[in-house]
């Protein structure tokens, strides 16, 4: 049983050590031919997978889970080797995989099992049930930064869900995207082929898989592709929940535990050399703890390097938008507090904080993606909210505040906050994961990353006729007819 499509196209694919530049996989350029394939075969494997109770298809998964885990050193290994982030990094990221597959795996059977509801007085003789589906296939595209962790969010949930799924991971991360999908076939044996299956290539792989007759995409990369793939699905009118980038802002209150704000900050914003969709681009902080803060900031990043705490910058060509947006920042009227433009050595950034930048400048507006931060003061924290939500981009948030934390998170216009804590949301498998506007829509993780993978079919069912009063029929009487207006009346009128 193989779990990948078979290679067409002739040039393999590449993968590199970031750090180094040594290859260290060579892998198929998958066809839209050797795509169509494993769609195929993934759609006939679609009504044996979906067929199994939910107990069955958590059994195949807690077995995922335990095989990942057990070959956890493997696993953590290729993603230092292929992505560049740091092996403790790389285990927590593998960590809060198991954590998601064995969410979904458990919970599948609450959240989507069948659901009776109320027929409501005029239909009181039905029985109403709310059933939900699989899709059918489930075609993921993932992004480099996060190898492991971005698929589990979707496949997990869609297999879990009752869908077949076939992964096209990032170029940059396929040694990785193949080792996390068939783990599922040599964790059990006895699957059928193609229930996780694994295509790899370029875009054009991703681009195929879009146009092959899948039932839905996840996607979850820059936004720019989002588009691309949003474009190519309307063609068929497949579904998509669309992972995008993000600009996420990390609001200092007064009353905030600063030095604890400046450490979150100080992580959110440097970790994984800050190629993460919801690390911590923007600081608002307000005026009266602003010099406490960047002195705390500043300590925090005192003994932060790449190449320790964090690995090298995993595509060459974003070193080019970091290094922009720091001149940027700089000719908008921001100072460094930490680091500057000589602190870009690619393969590695060193960290960078940027002070008080001009508000329209690319560092501020765009997704920098890299190991930097701009700290901005402001007079109030309706300022930091107004300034946090002037972004294009809506993915995630951190508030910083001992009493006011929930009542600041809930006027920003995000899919996701941290309050005291930094990414914390991430980590928490019933959370609900996405954003609004240019961060995408659609969520995966928690039940609605289930009900995301389903579709809901709702089932009325007659339990028995009321003599004379077939509402629904060319049959209805006078007198049914006015007992129903007599009963609307009751329901709905004016009270007396
Ligand atoms: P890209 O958008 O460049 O690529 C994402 C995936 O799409 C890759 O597998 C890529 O393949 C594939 N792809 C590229 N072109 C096409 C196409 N025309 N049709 C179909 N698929 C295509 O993103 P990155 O990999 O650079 O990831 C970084 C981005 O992801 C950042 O913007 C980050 O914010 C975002 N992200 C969002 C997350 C979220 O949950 N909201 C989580 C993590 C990251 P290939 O690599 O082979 O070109």
């Not at 690619?346 to 508000?359: A, M």
Request: glycine fraction near 10%.
């Amino acid at each position: 049983m193989t779990q990948t499509a078979p290679p067409v196209v002739s040039d393999p694919l590449r993968s590199v050590n970031p750090a180094t530049g040594e290859v260290i996989a060579v892998l198929p350029v998958h066809s839209a031919e050797a795509v169509q394939a494993a769609v195929d075969q993934a759609r006939e494997s679609a009504p044996w997978w979906a067929g199994l109770s939910f107990g069955e298809r958590a059994a195949y998964l807690l077995r995922w889970r335990t095989y990942l885990h057990d070959h956890a050193d493997e696993l953590v290994e290729l993603i230092h080797t292929e992505n560049g982030k740091p092996h403790e990094d790389a285990y927590l990221e593998l960590a809060l995989v198991l954590e998601h597959i064995a969410w979904a795996a458990k919970h599948a059977s609450k959240v989507l099992g069948r659901r009776r509801v109320g027929p409501g007085l005029l239909m009181s003789n039905h029985q109403a049930v709310v059933e939900q589906r699989p899709l059918g296939v489930v075609g993921v595209i993932g992004p480099w930064n996060y190898p492991i962790y971005t698929p589990a969010g979707s496949a997990g949930y869609a297999l879990a869900a009752g869908n077949t799924v076939v992964f096209k991971p990032s170029e940059h991360t396929s040694a990785i995207g193949v080792f996390f999908a068939e783990a599922f076939g040599l964790a059990n044996p006895d699957v059928r082929p193609g229930v996780l299956s694994v295509v790899t290539g370029f875009g054009e792989t991703g681009a195929a898989l879009c146009r092959a007759g899948v039932n839905k995409i996840a996607f979850t990369g820059s936004t720019a592709t989002g588009k691309k793939i949003m474009a190519a699905c309307a063609e068929t009118l497949t579904p998509v929940v669309l992972e995008l980038g993000g600009k996420d802002a990390f609001i200092v209150a007064p009353d905030a535990d600063v030095t604890a704000a400046a450490d979150a900050a100080a992580w959110g914003a440097m970790a994984n050399s800050g190629q993460t969709c919801v690390g911590v681009e923007r600081v608002y902080v307000t005026r009266d703890v602003r010099d406490k803060f960047l002195a705390a900031l500043q300590r925090s990043l005192r003994n932060v390097r790449p190449g320790t705490e964090y690995g090298p910058m995993t595509m060459p060509g974003q070193v080019d938008v970091v290094r922009r947006h720091i001149a940027d920042a700089l000719e908008h009227g921001g100072t460094t507090l930490v680091g500057g433009l000589d602190s870009v050595r690619p393969p590695y950034v060193e960290p960078v904080v940027l002070v008080d930048t001009d508000e329209t400048s690319a560092a501020v507006q765009e997704e920098t993606f890299g190991p930097t931060l701009t700290v901005r003061t402001v007079d109030s924290v309706n300022e930091a909210i107004s300034l946090a939500n002037a972004t294009r981009y809506g993915l995630a948030s951190t508030v910083f505040s001992r009493k006011h934390g929930l009542d600041i998170a809930r006027q920003l216009r995000v899919g996701m906050t941290s309050v005291n804590s930094v990414l914390s949301f991430g980590a928490i498998p019933a959370l609900p994961f996405g954003g609004v506007g240019d961060s995408g829509f659609g969520r995966i993780h928690g039940a609605e990353g289930l009900r995301e993978f389903s579709r809901t079919h709702s089932i009325a069912r007659q339990r028995f006729a009321v003599p004379g009063m077939a509402l629904l029929s060319f049959r209805r009487s006078r007198a049914a007819m006015s007992i129903t207006k007599r009963l609307v009346k009751l329901m709905h009128g004016r009270a007396r």
